[in-house]
């Protein structure tokens, strides 16, 4: 009977209080005929409401007595219900986590007999069991249905909390275990004859290999086979093949009975692209000469399981000490770690936040952690060697590589986010690592995890608890027991030996572990409040150095700094509270020489890393950097104090403007690298050249002040020249500058030259006195006359030069002249008087063109320095920075008259300007930009990492990995860049041959 409209039954409201969340519905099925003889078991509804999804689950148990309507076993069910506690339990639970299961026993009724057993020995079933639950398959539609019945039984004891997570997954793994044996069976069945001629053997890999199977998981394989005794080799190999693809089909192809899982290969020796079977013989040879660091990391795991296990057990022997040397390989680590961030940037970017395995904080995080520690520290310790994660993970924790609380947390994050992935995959038996989105879905999922208060609520709290435990212990779990190695201040825990930590150091990328160890010891031990920071923070510190060429020069320097700042109170509260600054500061420690160096004269620039008052890693425009350098020489007591303030701030800036160079390119985890490298280019050489501007305004103004007070007798100005007045300037550039006067009114020229002259001399020695900041030197050798001119001339002078005695290759030096200090009046005027010298009305004639590829041709034989690579000289090699200035400087003293947009003292603009002009196509103007831009990079690379500047790329082995860091390049891959470079600048000479010598 039915409640009248407007009025709720009690069955209703009961049926609400038991977690329904569609009471009509239910109440409806109750009333079916089906149910008549439960329907009024009070028990029934309890059972119903304990399960995942009372509402599922009703539903289910309506079909499947619905689908018993003629056979004799449906009282039998309906009493058993009633009587048995244990059953009822098992069969709810299932058909309210499980669609699938659901639809199984709707199709296949007496299936639910097999949860009918619940003796102590069927508690916990092993590959034996499995295999005769098997035993009766004879072709892959029997084994489906078999293999689905002992499914069955596994998340009945799964969902009623009878067998845990680990114990549900190495059940999974034993019945794929005796599925795959069945599936070998059927297949030598059907083809003895290719059973006689080989000995086969299956290795489990993955998760299957490592006795940690999910519900619904491809099971990763690899064929070991040997001829039977008297088989020719290559018939053997061909039989087996047939055998494993056989046994792989069987295993994943689609019938009436769905699929069981796809048997997947492609672990084997080169991928898909290797054969599919190969003799032990052929496995040790490829493993030795070829296989990749992931490919060892894989073999953890390999455990034969069906087959000729002898021989699988042999393979298993002869590559395990292959296995345990993987992490002496040449950037071991970092080929992990690199494997690691190459699965989550693969993450379609709608999917990364519901990622339950390969995101941020996931499974994946756990399970490369564990393995790169069990690869370092398994050599030795033969107890870390178990193909079990969690297994593994207490290992790591007993024998002190990890430490107990941390491994604890991670246990604890491990089971959860497995349990989560497992109920989703039981649903409806798909492969799936997605949270999914929809709340009855979520709702489902933690009701099965016994979260009954607001199941979608707090299933979405614990998720993010526990990845954010993941992500924050992957971090420090190769570091932190580091610290407790040399902190001592749990004398009673176990911790790494000496020996170990020097071993996991090296692993780690650190040349000299015993001094790693010494700084950690000095930085990290003691109760003080600043080493209880520096424990807080070395632990990712330690990664982002080993992330770099350098590691030992990071941890080195950082010690230094700390050493400096140690004592300032907002040091180490910065690093700890502001989270770009410790990482830009681990990126900038670690990338080379020129930054550090820098830092550690003015160390309270480390503020500018962070997000707060220090101004951040932008830099600074020359309105802002002249006004404060003119304002410090203001106060200075004399030329020579002026210029030691003028320092001081360029050195900040200088180490701002390489700190946000470094930055960009390193990228950080909020922040990846700069995809435009031009953009860094434009930046470091925008920045740095008003930064010169600024530091030459400011030397100027000592030095009038020094010598006339207020008034300088001449007007004067400073041209730049070159890179300079080309806003492109590298760390290491030096300033190419004119310098022009005009005598003031009344004033003698004699008079007004010799002040001049006196400026300029006066300005060179401040600015060239000895200093351990990076030097800048101001170069005047592109004036009239060279360097048997003078060094400054009048205006009226360089007019009566240029009109008589200007030759092509000045006109062409003067596409850069830009005003960068002084009069500003008297630099407006000198622009205007060289326009016409470098912007030919009607162009250059030919005799002019013949000259500058007769001078360019000249300066490629004689001044590229003897016994230097042409193909890897940045400024004056093939397809380099001057190949590319001199087309672009061609096309602008053939066109500039004529199209304004050439009329910059910028190589990029000017570029750009021509190609939108028609007078380079777009693809030509591409090629030299790119090139241009790279042989930029270098520079600033080999300036930033040696410290001093450089045309070609270092020789030595870690400098050369650090100019690779920096140009994107990671450990092992510096070939690789070398072939990028001598590839880009070849298309670039391709182009210039083109473009400047005509074909």
Not at 27 to 53: C, I, K
Request: charged share 25%; hydrophobic share 45%.
């Amino acid at each position: 009977m039915t409640a009248a409209p407007g009025r709720r039954s009690s069955t209703f409201t009961r049926l609400l209080r038991h977690g329904f969340t569609d009471p009509s519905a239910a109440e409806r099925l109750l009333q079916s005929e089906q149910l008549a003889p439960v329907r009024t078991d009070p028990v029934l509804l309890d059972a119903l409401g304990a399960t995942a999804d009372p509402d599922l689950a009703l539903l289910g148990l309506v079909r499947l007595v619905e689908a018993q309507a003629d056979h004799p076993g449906r009282r039998e069910l309906l009493d058993t219900l009633i009587a048995a506690k244990p059953l009822r339990d098992r069969l709810l639970g299932v058909l309210g986590a499980s669609a699938a299961l659901a639809d199984h026993l709707v199709r296949h009724p007496l299936d639910w007999q097999a949860l009918v057993m619940y003796e102590p020995q069927d508690l916990h079933p092993g590959t034996a069991e499995f295999e005769r639950g098997l035993a009766e398959a004879s072709d892959p539609v029997s084994l489906r249905v078999a293999y689905r019945r002992c499914l069955l039984s596994i998340a009945a004891r799964d969902v009623c909390g009878t067998t845990d997570l680990a114990e549900t997954a190495a059940e999974l793994a034993d019945l794929a275990t005796a599925t795959l044996r069945a599936a070998l069976a059927i297949a030598r069945s059907a083809a003895p004859e290719d059973a006689a001629l080989c000995r086969l053997a299956v290795i489990a890999m993955g998760k299957c290999g490592g006795h940690e199977l999910n519900y619904v998981s491809d099971v990763d394989v690899i064929f070991v086979a040997e001829p039977a005794d008297g088989a020719d080799e290559q018939k053997a190999l061909r039989a087996a093949t047939q055998l494993a693809s056989h046994l792989m089909r069987i295993c994943s192809e689609t019938t009436v009975e769905g699929s069981i899982w796809p048997v997947d290969a492609n672990l084997r020796p080169e991928g898909r692209n290797g054969p599919l079977v190969r003799t032990l013989s052929s496995h040790v040879a490829y493993y030795q000469r070829w296989a990749k660091t992931w490919e060892f990391q894989a073999l953890l795991k390999a455990r034969p399981v069906a087959g000729d296990i002898e021989l699988g057990e042999e393979y298993v022997a002869s590559l395990a000490p292959l296995v345990w040397q993987a992490a002496e390989r040449e950037n071991f680590v970092a080929d992990v770690q690199k494997m690691r961030r190459r699965v989550v940037e693969n993450i379609p970017a709608a999917e990364i936040e519901r990622q339950l395995k390969l995101g941020p904080g996931g499974l994946r995080d756990v399970e490369f952690a564990v393995q790169l520690l069990q690869l370092v520290h398994g050599r030795a310790d033969t107890s870390l060697r178990s193909p079990t994660t969690l297994d593994a993970l207490k290992a790591l924790a007993a024998g002190g590589y990890v430490g107990r609380v941390d491994a604890a947390q991670l246990d604890d994050a491990y089971r959860f986010l497995r349990s989560m992935e497992h109920r989703i995959q039981l649903y409806r038996l798909r492969r799936t690592h997605l949270v999914p989105e929809d709340d009855a879905d979520l709702r489902r999922i933690g009701r099965s995890l016994g979260l009954r208060t607001d199941p979608v609520t707090e299933l979405n709290r614990e998720w993010r608890r526990h990845s954010s435990v993941v992500r924050r212990l992957h971090e420090k779990l190769f570091y932190r027991p580091l610290l407790d190695a040399v902190a001592q201040l749990a004398p009673g825990e176990a911790r790494l030996s000496a020996d170990a930590a020097r071993e996991r150091l090296v692993a780690l990328g650190y040349a000299d572990p015993a001094a790693a160890l010494r700084h950690l010891e000095a930085l990290a031990s003691g109760v003080t409040r600043k080493a209880a920071i520096q424990r807080t923070l070395l632990p990712v510190l330690l990664g982002w150095f080993a992330d770099s060429a350098d590691p030992d020069a990071g941890l080195l320097n950082f010690r230094k700094v700390s050493d400096a700042l140690g004592k300032t109170p907002w040091y180490l509260r910065l690093l700890r509270d502001e989270g770009a600054a410790a990482e830009n500061l681990a990126r900038v420690l670690s990338a080379g020489r020129l930054a550090p160096d820098l830092l550690m004269r003015a160390p309270e620039a480390v503020a500018l890393l962070g997000d707060g008052d220090g101004g951040g890693l932008e830099p600074r425009d020359r309105a802002h950097l002249e006004q404060e350098i003119l304002a410090a020489v203001g106060r200075a007591d004399g030329g020579e104090a002026a210029v030691t303030a003028a320092r001081g701030v360029r050195r900040r800036e200088l180490f701002r403007t390489a700190a946000a160079d470094i930055v960009g390119s390193y990228g950080t985890e909020e922040s990846p690298a700069m995809a435009d490298q031009g953009a860094l280019v434009d930046l470091v050489g925008g920045a740095v050249s008003d930064l010169t501007a600024a530091t030459i305004a400011g030397t100027l103004r000592a030095v009038v002040r020094d010598g006339w007070g207020d008034m300088l007798p001449t007007r004067f100005a400073v041209i730049g020249m070159g890179r300079f007045g080309g806003h492109e300037l590298g760390y290491g550039s030096d300033a190419d500058v004119l310098f022009v006067h005009e005598p003031r009114d009344g004033v003698d020229d004699h008079e007004a030259s010799r002040a001049a002259n006196t400026v300029v001399s006066e300005m060179r020695r401040l600015l060239q006195i000895p200093s351990s900041d990076p030097p800048l030197l101001i170069d005047a050798d592109l004036r009239p006359e060279g360097k048997s001119g003078p060094l400054v001339r009048t205006l009226n002078s360089y007019k009566a030069y240029y009109r008589r005695w200007s030759l092509v290759w000045e006109s062409q030096a003067l596409l850069r002249a830009e005003p960068v200090a002084g009069d500003e009046d008297l630099g407006r005027r000198f622009i205007e008087l060289i326009d016409p010298l470098r912007y030919p009305a009607e162009g250059l004639g030919d005799d002019a063109v013949r000259e500058i590829r007769r001078l360019k041709a000249r300066m490629e034989a004689e001044r590229l320095p003897r016994a230097t690579d042409p193909t890897l000289h940045t400024k004056l090699g093939r397809g380099g920075l001057s190949d590319v200035e001199w087309v672009v400087q061609l096309l602008q003293l053939r066109h500039g008259w004529a199209e304004p947009g050439l009329r910059t003292t910028r190589t990029r603009e000017a570029l750009a300007a021509a190609c939108a002009a028609g007078l380079v196509s777009g693809e030509d103007a591409a090629t030299l930009d790119e090139a241009w831009v790279l042989a930029t990079r270098v520079r600033n690379a080999v300036m930033l990492v040696r410290g001093r500047a450089g045309d070609t790329f270092p020789s030595d082995g870690r400098e050369l990995a650090a100019v690779g860091r920096y140009l994107g390049y990671g450990p092992g891959h510096v070939g690789d860049m070398l072939d990028a470079y001598r590839r880009t600048t070849r298309r670039a000479r391709g182009v210039v041959d083109e473009l400047f010598y005509g074909g």
